[in-house]
């Protein structure tokens, strides 16, 4: 695995002197009122007020996650045998980075989400360009390709803790390297005609990708109402 400090930095800074707020990106400066519970400016914090509302968030979680791993599996497929659905397959797998991004909205704004709906974007758009290269034997644009791909887990874990620190930036990183290699082997399977391997290995990153779910779900938790 490739262990680069990144280049990631947000395009707005933070812009306030109140230690208490929770915003990373909060340009209210010294007006600032935010406290651990209660939000600074309108786009910033939804509270999760009860636990229906926390059972919500978290199938709606799982359900985007759910269709992250399985539309990239169709997209691969389609990929890998040059199926007529590919574009059309392809375009509804990009759709998953903007439903991600739009789970984040309530609680970080638009501005925020929209930066991480392009972070898992660029990450489905490197696992297509993978796929690609790999079924024509270009070894050189593979390795490049893989490295990127990694570089950008990294940004996903970086960025997921710099908006809350409830989410551990390591132990995320180490889930999202996970999910990047399951992927690979279930592309290798797949291009190698392996096809009950693949399946297999598919049964392990939908569980995964699960955790993955309910670990973003409970940070927003603890970040937005410590009493659920």
Partial sequence: MWQNEQRYSPYYQRNCSNLACLNPYCQCGETCKCNHS??????WGTP????????????????????????????????VFSLPD?????????QNATDMGDLLKPFYGNK????????????????AELVKAAKVGNQKEVTALERKWYE??????KFLNTINPFISRDEFQKMWFEHLALTKQEAVFMLQNDFESSIAVFN?????????????????????????
Wanted: glycine letters at 4%; aromatic letters at 6%; one cysteine or more.
């Fill in 38 to 43: 209660q939000q600074c400016h309108e786009g």
């Fill in 152 to 157: 950008n887990g990294e940004d996903v874990a």
């Fill in 112 to 127: 925020i989400a929209d930066m991480y709906s392009n972070l898992i974007r660029e990450h489905l758009i490197i696992a």
């Fill in 86 to 94: 590919v574009n059309s397959t392809t375009k509804r797998l990009l």
């Fill in 204 to 228: 392990i990153i939908e569980k995964q990708a699960l955790e993955m779910a309910d670990t973003i779900t409970t940070g927003i938790a603890k970040q937005f109402q410590p009493l659920l």
């Fill in 48 to 79: 999760l007020h009860d636990r229906k509302q926390k059972g919500s968030l978290k199938s709606s979680m799982r359900l985007v996650w759910e269709q992250h791993v399985y539309w990239t599996r169709m997209t691969i497929i389609s990929l």
